[in-house]
């Protein structure tokens, strides 16, 4: 193993924007995935032969950004597309009102895709586990710098106590997918932010975002409910099922419901700093910046890579 090498954890997005801008500075990389894609929680999963997007609903893209060009290129080829500036806002009692705010982006085929094509002329080794990093070893190997892109709770697990970074607390979540045989929510519906409830914060058309128009809604619950049910994420289908039906007036009953739990869903607070990077390791993704997004993610990941490349 070259000393020159750097090895990156994790095949999110900020760890694939870190292994590019590496890259791009003429440094190689080994990216380590332990599960068989890309993306990280731009996660994209098939239900009844159709993609839907079961983590990030979103992202946004800041002005004046780096991040930009990457989303403007993604546009060209038809990867993006601008979905919605406004949602509803709602309440457990149903929808109250309409909020706007930046463009929300999302992706015909998955976001997950638009992290596979940034990866796709990067060396991953996926379903590969890691299971101790320290100063220029990783599992027992000699290797040169390394790179955790993960929550900072996973990134711990893996450094020795005399490294491991001060972490923020991160939220769990719970995301819950319906598929009806028809639409039979508001026709203008995109997607709602859910105040004051104890069971749901954001509920997505997946059709809508995804521009199909399949009957497919995304509901993503609170913190609580879902640190509930983290042992048992499909106990929390009925109880949120019940909730997006009365919210959204839906009488019928969905068709087939899936869920799937993020055990770090997002980080709470943030670090002030765009990345952490001492003896040789690494630490970066979306609790690293102004505030928890994709757009933070990959900017973390891409300020960490042109760091490294500096200090050589």
């Not at 509920?203 to 509901?219: E, F, K, Q, S, T």
Request: proline share 6%.
């Amino acid at each position: 193993m070259s000393d020159n090498e750097v090895t990156i954890v994790g095949a999110g997005l900020s760890g694939i924007a870190c292994a590019r801008a590496l890259s791009e500075s003429g440094i190689p990389t080994r990216i380590l995935e332990r599960g068989r894609v890309p993306g990280g929680r731009l996660a994209t999963k098939r239900f009844e032969e159709r993609r839907v997007d079961i983590g990030a609903s979103y992202f946004t893209v800041p002005d004046g950004s780096a991040f930009a060009g990457v989303v403007d290129e993604w546009m060209t080829r038809g990867l993006v597309r601008p979905w919605t500036d406004t949602f509803a806002v709602a309440d457990d009692a149903g929808l109250r009102d309409r909020t706007t705010g930046p463009m929300r982006f999302a992706a015909p085929g998955g976001l997950r895709g638009l992290v596979a094509d940034l990866a796709e002329s990067l060396d991953v080794e996926y379903q590969r586990a890691v299971e101790r990093v320290e100063p220029g070893v990783l599992d027992g190997e000699s290797v040169g710098d390394i790179v955790l892109a993960m929550p900072d709770p996973q990134a711990n697990r893996l450094l020795p106590a005399s490294h491991e970074i001060d972490a923020v607390e991160w939220e769990p979540v719970i995301a819950v997918i319906l598929g009806f045989t028809e639409r039979s929510w508001p026709a203008d519906l995109q997607g709602a932010f859910v105040n004051d409830s104890a069971t749901l914060g954001f509920i997505a058309d997946d059709g809508a975002r995804r521009g199909d128009g399949a009957p497919v809604l995304v509901a993503h619950t609170t913190s609580a409910l879902a640190a509930a049910h983290l042992d048992d994420p499909p106990a929390a289908r009925p109880i949120v099922v019940d909730a997006v039906r009365r919210i959204l007036g839906i009488t019928d009953e969905p068709e087939w419901v899936a869920a799937h739990r993020w055990t770090f869903a997002r980080p709470a607070t943030t670090h002030a700093e765009p990345f952490s990077f001492v003896d040789g390791i690494g630490v970066c993704g979306d609790a690293w910046g102004a505030s928890p997004s994709v757009s933070t993610a990959w900017a973390s990941g891409d300020a960490l890579g042109r760091a490294i490349a500096a200090s050589r």
